[in-house]
């Protein structure tokens, strides 16, 4: 970045973001400089959410099931039901959850006659644990349509903060 821009001139400062830790809010940086003397700071959200850190997990019918009952307990699971922007459509909710928010979706579990869709991903942080490993923190995701044009959203996770994030970027997707 030069150290002066002149006139209407630009620069372009590409930066690459790497999570420590697990978060619900996206991150933000400030933005500073002088013009003529004055300091001016600006602080502004980053483009990324929790889930661009997700990897999607295959796993099967049972093992989700069986990591899903391991998940229980109050600050695992985030749940909420949301009204639906548009006439329900699973294949869309299907193609945000796989591409969106990267989870590997759970086939055998659901139907499209039972209205729900299941997937599996992992958190990945850049902080190392004690085995010299990066930390990961998986991931599950439960979506049910209802007949009264809303989603069910229920989220589950070791840590809290990823199954809000989770949770509230499949909302904003569902909703517009």
């Known amino acids: 970045m030069p150290p002066q821009l002149a006139g209407k001139q630009q620069a372009k400062q590409q930066i690459m973001?790497?999570?420590?830790?697990?978060?619900?809010?996206?991150?933000t940086m400030t933005v500073s400089f002088s013009r003529n003397g004055t300091n001016y700071a600006y602080?502004?959200?980053l483009p990324c959410q929790a889930t661009s850190f997700?990897?999607?997990?295959?796993?099967?019918?049972?093992?989700?099931?069986?990591?899903?009952?391991?998940?229980?307990g109050q600050d695992r699971e985030?749940?909420?039901?949301?009204?639906?922007?548009?006439?329900?459509?699973l294949a869309q909710a299907r193609e945000w959850l796989s591409t969106n928010l990267k989870f590997a979706?759970?086939?055998?579990?659901?139907?499209?006659?039972?209205?729900?869709?299941?997937?599996?991903?992992?958190?990945r942080t850049g902080a190392v644990g004690p085995n010299g490993d990066k930390l990961s923190v998986g991931c599950l995701v439960r979506l049910e349509a209802s007949d009264g044009n809303a989603y069910r959203i229920r989220?589950?996770?070791?840590?809290?903060?990823?199954?809000?994030?989770?949770k509230n970027c499949l909302k904003m997707l569902l909703q517009g």
């Not at 997700?54 to 391991?70: G, I, K, S, T």
């Not at 749940?79 to 459509?89: F, G, H, T």
């Open 17 to 27: 973001i790497e999570a420590m830790a697990p978060f619900s809010e996206p991150p």
């Open 105 to 123: 979706m759970v086939d055998g579990l659901d139907s499209q006659a039972s209205g729900s869709l299941s997937g599996a991903a992992t958190y």
């Open 78 to 89: 985030q749940q909420e039901v949301v009204p639906a922007a548009s006439k329900l459509d």
């Open 43 to 45: 602080r502004v959200a």
């Open 155 to 166: 989220v589950r996770a070791v840590h809290r903060d990823v199954s809000v994030a989770t």
């Open 54 to 72: 997700m990897d999607p997990v295959a796993v099967n019918e049972e093992a989700f099931l069986q990591r899903w009952n391991a998940l229980e």
